[in-house]
Every structure is written in structure tokens, then in C-alpha cells.
Nanobody, 128 residues
Framework: QVQLVESGGGLVQAGGSLRLSCVVS????????MGWFRQAPGKEREFVAA????????YYADSAKGRFTISRDNAKNTVYLQMNSLKPEDTAVYYC?????????????????????WGQGTQVTVSS
């Protein structure tokens, strides 16, 4: 069973920063496309960022681009989301997700059904 465990969430003031981590179990992390999604109360889950198997290519939602950075360390089975200049509208539960294998169409990075495994989520709260 593949398990994803997020950490690093918390309460910060607007303009602050957080670094989320997601550790993935197993021996095949380098074969997974990884993504971050978030869900606020009463809203649909939305795409935040994604990264390809090697970490060479990254993809961001418009709301995240310029403020958030996704990265991965395949030796540590870990994907990160560095979040800077946080805004109250960033408040949500953040989930990491893993897909077996590559993504061919770039639009698929943004779609929840693309991913096979999901973490339990970590709460990010940004106060105004």
C-alpha cells in the first residue's frame, strides 16, 4: 500500500511563509508524478502545483505562480511545497497526490482523477 503523509501546515499571518512536505512510502517514488491540491470549506478541491518524475518540469495554478515553489527529493521520497507571501485566500487543507507514471497531456496535471494516491491533508490557515 502506498502511503502519503503531509506535514508542515499551521497558522501564519498574511505575508508569511510555510513549507509543506509529503513523504511517500515504497521503492518507486521516482516513478510517480506528484501534485499538490487544496480544499477550502464549501469549495471544490483545486489544483495548486505539480512536478514530473525527475523534477525538471513544474506546473502551477495561476493563484500559486510566483509565490509557491514545488520541488522533490527522490532520494528522500519527499515532495515539497514552499509557500511565500501567503494570503488569507490560501487558507485550506492541502493534499499531496501521486500518479503512477508520466503525464503526457499537460492539462492532466491539473485534474484530480489523474492521481492514484492521496495523503490525509495538512491544514494551512492564513490570518489577515
Amino acid at each position: 500500500q502506498v502511503q502519503l503523509v503531509e506535514s508542515g501546515g499551521g497558522l501564519v499571518q498574511a505575508g508569511g511563509s510555510l513549507r509543506l512536505s509529503c513523504v511517500v512510502s515504497g521503492r518507486t517514488f521516482s516513478s510517480y508524478t506528484m501534485g499538490w491540491f487544496r480544499q477550502a470549506p464549501g469549495k471544490e478541491r483545486e489544483f495548486v502545483a505539480a512536478i514530473n518524475l525527475s523534477g525538471v518540469s513544474t506546473y502551477y495554478a495561476d493563484s500559486a505562480k510566483g509565490r509557491f515553489t514545488i520541488s522533490r527529493d527522490n532520494a528522500k521520497n519527499t515532495v515539497y511545497l514552499q509557500m511565500n507571501s501567503l494570503k488569507p485566500e490560501d487558507t485550506a487543507v492541502y493534499y499531496c497526490a501521486a500518479r503512477r507514471g508520466i503525464v503526457v497531456r499537460t492539462s492532466q496535471y491539473r485534474e484530480s482523477p489523474t492521481y492514484d494516491y492521496w495523503g490525509q491533508g495538512t491544514q494551512v490557515t492564513v490570518s489577515s
